[in-house]
T-cell receptor
């Protein structure tokens, strides 16, 4: 089946630093990737939709300069949290779709803790 | 409203059936999904139902769809301790690829 990986699984960083999270589709080409954010005991909130070779589409309320998304190839999308602050601490999950019945395949998530 | 609503918590005894309910918002949603999330992990697609279906059965899972009431349910037969997780329903909003997730139901199965 379709496998999506994320790296790293868990990152702890100091306030003010930038953190890059990678999302890879391992056995398929993903034209579209999605980035979600999940706070503890809450649902997933879509942050942005990224298409290979074009700019990401951000959801309302998500700062594009804060959360930089690069979808440089059909198998890799990256999310960079710039100048991270404690309120950015969250679980970030990516997913990708191959079309069909719109099934999205989810990565295992990256837990970001900003001190 | 815009929210996809679920009850927060459900606790059942091992071997009993579990029913998780979801109320969605977009009557034009083409697909509706159920996902499972174990602690600290991503989401696993359990099953989905196309909007022109009333019911779908897949082994221990039964999905019921009431389009009139915009109500979706997931029944897990013979619930096991390994079924303990958070379950999210999700809908695809019309003319988009966006998944809108429900608030999540934490299922706890005790021996």
């Amino acid at each position: 089946g379709a496998v999506v990986s994320q790296h790293p699984s868990w990152v702890i960083c100091k306030s003010g630093t930038s953190v890059k999270i990678e999302c890879r589709s391992l056995d398929f080409q993903a034209t579209t990737m999605f980035w979600y954010r999940q706070f503890p005991k809450q649902s997933l909130m879509l942050m942005a939709t990224s298409n290979e070779g074009s700019k990401a589409t951000y959801e309302q309320g998500v700062e594009k300069d804060k959360f930089l998304i690069n979808h440089a190839s059909l198998t890799l999308s990256t999310l960079t949290v710039t100048s991270a602050h404690p309120e950015d601490s969250s679980f970030y999950i990516c997913s990708s779709t191959t079309g069909g019945y719109n099934e999205q395949f989810f990565g295992p998530g990256t837990r970001l803790t900003v001190l | 409203g815009e929210d996809v609503e679920q009850s927060l918590f459900l606790s059942v005894r091992e071997g009993d059936s579990s029913v998780i309910n979801c109320t969605y918002t977009d009557s034009s949603s083409t697909y509706l999904y159920w996902y499972k999330q174990e602690p600290g992990a991503g989401l696993q697609l359990l099953t989905y139902i196309f909007s022109n279906m009333d019911m779908k059965q897949d082994q221990r899972l039964t999905v019921l769809l009431n389009k009139k009431d915009k109500h979706l349910s997931l029944r897990i037969a013979d619930t096991q301790t390994g079924d303990s997780a958070i379950y999210f329903c999700a809908e695809i909003r019309t003319n988009t690829d966006k998944l809108i997730f429900g608030t999540g139901t934490r299922l706890q199965v005790f021996p």
